[in-house]
């Protein structure tokens, strides 16, 4: 605390300066989504850019929640989110831990493995999981599509956890090496609260993913009672007509959850940071 | 008593080899079943003719020698290469930038990185739309500014073969740079401060506290953001597919898109996988680059 | 602080796994009640179709689905709406699994299944149902592979001229017939800063083999595209050569919704759009324009029209071409073939109940070729779509009919189609060498067995 008081104050107004433009430059264009989300389909085609001159159409948002079925599809995606963040944090925090910490033989080979798959196009593995999910009956099975993510978005949340140990000095579990503490204790004791920051990151970009999926959700799920919000919102963009009135308003139902799970997290991210006890 | 004495080191050691396989165990068992075993049967697909659906016969090289000689093969590559040079710059240069500026800031700290990071959660359908309309060659913002009296803006920009792959890049980067902010932000928030309030003691400019403190601080990360970059940049698809579907004349094309085509447009699966086998050896290659130099010792 | 955070994590795995795991536990509001379990002696059939919205899905699922499973004691009809139907479908087909009923988006396409052997043959079910009176004989006879029926024709459709009738009222025009008539009108629109032509791919990419395959009818004449299909004459014959020569033409004069970079870049919104703001004038489209029209238009204050598609040759008659949206044939692992093929029925046999179906949903699907009259359909149905459909299904029953691309066309050439067109329009290839390519292409195809029976024209070899 002594220490604060030697700075030199700095002036921050330069960066608000810029900070704001680039705030402009990031939400300026959804403000057109915001807009549109409340004209008629006619309008969207007359006018797409201006705000709406023909009335307010909030009936778009009640359609689109109706007939995209949203309040099962919400719970759906929540469900698959979730455990995939819970999931994926596991898996891949163990595996990270290995990579970085541990001397793992054929570190490198592994890591060529890991990166060289997450490089398969998708669309190429498809058809032979198919056969095996519904042998497995994991298909029309929420936890059928939640396995594929774990295993799909994994490689990626490993290196990233990885980088973030990586920085980490090891004097702090050598230290509980030598006092006995066992790797495990070590990986849940040490790694993990100093790293917290960086769990909460890929927590949220893997979430993030899970909920955006298009791919394995319109293929492996096909019931309505099963669908998630990306299918819910594809039906709108179907093969003929496009009211983009209504489908933004989908859009816009589908993107809050996702950012009221952010706004949460950052807080805890915030949280993290203070109690992770890597500024003393 | 000797021979005891020899096997508990060696019980240890083994036990020590065999530790972090356990924390390997539960993502290597998922990628084998889920990707590395289905993914043999698209290799071997690669080298037939197989239509996607029925029977498939053995072809030999025939696909990768009919990729190799492809025109459109040869503008997806390069436009992949375009995209990689475009992503390794723009939107890496703006992330350090708004992590940087970010990083000091305590008031609105939340609000700004919510409001950086609220385009990468936005799917790539919705944000395709919403550049629709802002760049819409009747209606958008260009042909507004025209009649303000700027005319060199009001253009289609989709719609142009000369322009259509920078304006797919443009908007995928404005749903892309904020994700890099937030990630940089977290790397940039471990660093030490006792390191900047020492550079700041010696006298140490902004751009000296960041070329000397913070940027080799966040290597890992950096270089992390760096090699997936290059990575997802042989992958890119949904931002073009959703915009142009590689069009106009292969303007856009891609290998992803060129794969999707040959698979469900052309029902050429064999090709398909030649093509998307090659996204994954450049992939390769890349990788091959990441790991051999972190052998020589860099810290990444 | 880290023994409550696993604590936590593994509590959460837990309760959104147990969740997961029973996703029955709440069926979706809006989805049909599955009776689970389905009584005794009741069988399943399932039937994945592309989505449809708001009163088109209630329609489906109120004058189809429902009309069955009240008729139908012993079987419970289950249609899921299914986003990118045909990739999906044959990802869960060839995975062994997928629905009772098997969707795709033309006889073309079905090949594929028949020579896997995940399709059924129907030609049993056709005899005992009566399938063979029922269905117009050129539309049931493009569902057959080697003389075996495996697929019945859901929706069948042609290309036709839509204008804005307000704006041709007030400037005295009437639809073009011939390619002098459109050409001059087209002129004089663009020199009222009008847009010709509301043509735009942004939405549709495949709406380029659209004016291709019309183009050939038009300009080439069905008689010849007949010929070509059976390979008594090639496709890079002049006439076809020449036909490409005229689209390139006509998109270079602008006439295509304001040039190529507007073609490229506007949407189904904004085309429709124009057509119905008065923007545009005109656009050669499909007969599922039935669906789009009343919704552009609306609000307006204009009226829309459709007119026969004008010859572009002097020597061409006009025609109408034949074209079939999508195909339905029965799952070979499918548990209940003969529940399934009793769904098919209902689609065919009840020309009352499938026009209820037809008008509720706007005209654009599930337009079974089967005969219909006037009195068949409800009174509120718009008359200009009676007038549409009553004049082809005349046309196509006495053989007189050209031949759409995505119909009749095998994959790998369709896909050329669309896709050498915007090389020839930028001007990188030539039409010779666009047309030379799709013979080559085609040549391969038809060796390959993947071109659909072609219905012989009244009067062609």
């Not at chain 2, 289905?38 to 030999?60: K, N, Q, V």
């Not at chain 3, 147990?18 to 009640?33: G, V």
């Not at chain 3, 990802?91 to 896997?116: C, K, L, M, N, W």
């Amino acid at each position: 605390m002594i220490r604060r008081r030697s700075r030199r104050v700095r002036s921050l107004a330069p960066n608000y300066v810029i900070l704001i433009l680039l705030v402009v430059f990031s939400l300026g264009p959804l403000l057109v989504l915001l807009s549109n989300s409340l004209k008629s389909p006619g309008e969207v085609g007359r006018n797409p850019l201006g705000l709406p001159r023909e009335g307010l159409a909030w009936r778009n948002y009640v359609e689109a929640w109706r007939q995209g079925d949203y309040a099962v599809t919400i719970r759906n995606s929540l469900i698959v989110s979730l455990s995939t963040i819970v999931g994926v944090c596991l898996i891949s925090g163990l595996a990270a831990f290995a990579l970085a910490k541990l001397n793992l033989p054929g570190a490198d080979a592994l890591t060529m493995y890991f990166l060289v798959g997450t490089s398969l196009p998708a669309q190429l593995f498809l058809v032979p999981l198919y056969f095996i999910w519904a042998r497995l009956h994991l298909v029309d099975n929420l936890l059928g599509v939640i396995i594929i993510y774990w295993a799909v978005y994994s490689p990626f949340a490993a290196f990233l956890l990885r980088s973030y140990m990586v920085s980490i000095p090891s004097d702090f579990e050598d230290a509980a090496r030598v006092d006995g503490a066992s790797e495990w204790q070590v990986f849940s004791r040490i790694i993990v609260p100093l790293t917290w920051p960086g769990f909460l990151t890929a927590g949220l970009v893997v979430g993030l993913w899970a909920w955006n999926e298009f791919l394995f959700a319109v293929t492996f799920l096909h019931r309505p009672e099963v669908m998630t919000v990306t299918t819910s919102y594809y039906n709108f963009a179907g093969r003929y007509g496009r009211d983009w009135g209504l489908t933004s308003a989908a859009a816009i139902i589908m993107i809050f959850p996702v950012v009221a799970l952010f706004l949460a997290l950052q807080r805890r991210f915030i949280e993290g940071l203070t109690e992770g006890g890597l500024k003393t | 008593m000797t021979t005891h004495q020899t096997t508990q080191p060696r019980r240890r050691n083994w036990r020590n080899q065999l530790v972090p396989w356990l924390f390997m165990a539960p993502i290597l068992a998922l990628n084998v079943v889920i990707i590395l075993g289905p993914s043999l049967a698209s290799i071997y697909y690669a080298f037939t003719d197989w239509t996607g659906m029925g029977r498939a016969r053995f072809i030999g090289l025939a696909n990768f020698t009919r990729m190799i000689g492809d025109p459109v093969y040869r503008i997806a590559l390069v436009n992949n290469l375009k995209w990689t040079a475009i992503f390794l710059t723009v939107p890496i240069f703006m992330g350090l930038l708004g992590a940087m500026l970010l990083a000091p800031i305590k008031r609105g700290q939340i609000f700004f990185r919510t409001a950086y990071f609220i385009p990468y959660v936005i799917a790539s359908v919705v944000n395709a739309q919403i550049w629709r309309c802002i760049l819409h060659p009747l209606k958008g913002i260009g042909p507004w500014l025209a009649r303000q009296g700027i005319p060199w803006l009001n253009v289609a920009w989709f719609g142009r073969e000369s322009t259509a792959l920078y304006a797919i890049a443009f908007v995928d980067n404005w749903h892309w740079w904020g994700f890099l902010v937030v990630v940089y932000l977290a790397a940039m928030q471990a660093v030490d401060t006792q390191l900047y309030e020492a550079a700041r003691l010696e006298g140490a400019n902004r751009w000296q506290e960041f070329w000397y403190i913070t940027l080799p601080s966040i290597r890992p990360t950096l270089v992390f953001t760096l090699l997936m970059t290059v990575i997802w940049s042989f992958l890119v698809f949904d931002y073009i597919y959703v915009l142009t579907e590689g069009g106009p004349a292969h303007a856009s094309e891609v290998l992803a898109t060129e794969v999707f085509n040959a698979a469900f447009g052309r029902f050429e699966a064999g090709y398909a996988a030649a093509v998307g086998l090659s996204m994954s050896l450049f992939c390769g290659i890349v990788i091959a680059i990441f790991v051999a130099l972190r052998r020589r010792g860099w810290e990444i | 602080m880290k023994k409550r955070l696993i604590l936590t994590l593994a509590a959460l795995l837990a309760l959104s796994l147990l969740l997961s795991a029973c996703p029955s536990a709440t069926p979706a509001e809006e989805a049909e009640p599955t009776p689970t379990p389905l009584p005794e002696g009741v069988v399943k059939v399932t039937w994945w179709t592309e989505p449809l919205l708001g009163t088109n899905r209630e329609a489906l699922l109120r004058d189809f689905v429902d009309t069955f499973n009240a008729a139908h004691p012993d079987i419970f009809l289950e249609v899921l709406f299914q986003p990118d139907l045909d990739r999906v479908t044959r990802t869960a087909i060839q995975g062994g699994a997928g629905p009772d009923i098997v969707q795709s988006p033309g006889p073309a396409f079905v090949i594929d299944y028949v020579e896997a052997d995940h399709v059924l043959p129907l030609d049993d079910y056709a005899a005992k149902y009566g399938w063979n009176k029922e269905i117009f004989s050129w539309a049931l006879d493009v569902g057959k592979v080697d003389g075996h029926l495996y697929s019945l024709p859901l929706t069948y459709e042609t290309m036709v001229l839509w204008y804005n009738k307000t704006l041709f009222d007030q400037h005295g025009w009437t639809p073009p017939t011939n390619r002098a008539e459109l050409e001059a009108l087209a002129e004089e629109c663009q020199d009222q800063g009008i847009i010709p032509f509301a043509h735009a791919n942004a939405s549709w990419k495949a709406a380029n083999e659209w004016y291709v395959g019309m183009f050939y009818s038009n300009y080439a004449g069905a008689d010849k595209v007949y010929q070509a299909l059976t390979q008594q004459i090639h496709w890079d014959d002049p006439l076809f050569v020449e036909a490409v020569a005229l689209l390139k033409d006509y998109m270079d004069r602008g006439w295509f919704g304001g040039g190529r970079d507007n073609y490229y870049s506007l949407t189904l919104t904004d085309h429709w759009g124009a057509l119905g703001d008065g923007t545009a004038a005109m656009k050669m489209e499909g007969t599922w324009g039935f669906m789009h029209a009343p919704i552009y238009f609306e609000g307006t204050g204009n009226e829309w029209e459709w007119a026969p598609l004008p010859k572009l040759r002097d020597e061409v008659t006009p025609v109408y071409d034949l074209g079939i949206g999508s195909t339905v044939s029965i799952n070979a692992a499918s548990p209940h073939p003969d529940a399934a093929a009793e769904v098919l029925d209902w689609l065919y046999s009840d020309p009352k109940r499938a026009a209820q179906l037809i008008s509720d949903i706007g005209g654009g699907e599930y337009v079974v070729p089967i005969p219909l009259t006037e009195e068949d359909f409800p009174p509120e149905v718009d008359p200009r779509f009676i007038r549409a459909l009553t004049t082809f299904s005349a046309k196509f029953a006495e053989g007189d009919y050209g031949y759409t691309t995505w119909t009749f066309w095998p994959a790998r050439t369709e896909q050329y189609i669309i896709s050498g067109i915007e090389e020839v329009w930028n001007g990188s290839l030539t039409p010779e060498a666009y047309c030379q390519e799709q013979q080559r292409l085609f040549a391969a195809d038809l060796a390959a067995g993947k071109v659909p029976p072609i219905p012989v024209r009244q009067g062609s070899e």
